[in-house]
């Protein structure tokens, strides 16, 4: 899949979610709900040459992902910290798990009368 190709995928999923809205930042596409939900690195960033995305993520949930599935799921830079997960995007993509990452990310970061709106 092309860089292209991986990002329209990312980008149908993300603002599909009421009031998202997609921004370049640090030269790449990502996705905030006031906030940002979603970075996606279409062509790998950092020791990474692998596309992959980071995305919110609620308490223990970047634990739990990353010790069940390490060749997948990592802890990202700068965001990690703050609990946020790291997903691969090579190889096989599951893109309804993909879709239940970014939809996840985006219930963790959308104020609460957004995420009733999602639920409706």
Do not use: N
Request: proline share 8%; with cysteine.
């Amino acid at each position: 899949m092309t860089p292209e190709e991986l990002t329209e995928r990312v980008r149908g999923i993300c603002l599909a979610f009421p009031e998202s809205e997609e921004r370049v930042s640090h030269g790449s596409p990502a996705f905030f709900v006031k906030k940002q939900f979603v970075m996606l690195w279409p062509q790998g960033h950092h020791d990474r040459a692998e596309p992959h995305l980071w995305a919110a993520a609620g308490a223990g949930v970047q634990d739990e992902v990353v010790a069940s599935e390490p060749e997948r799921f990592f802890v990202p830079p700068y965001v990690g910290g703050r609990g946020w997960i790291g997903m691969r995007l090579d190889g096989g993509i599951d893109w309804a798990e993909v879709a239940e990452v970014c939809e996840d990310a985006y219930r963790h970061i959308a104020p609460q009368r957004l995420v009733r709106e999602l639920d409706r």
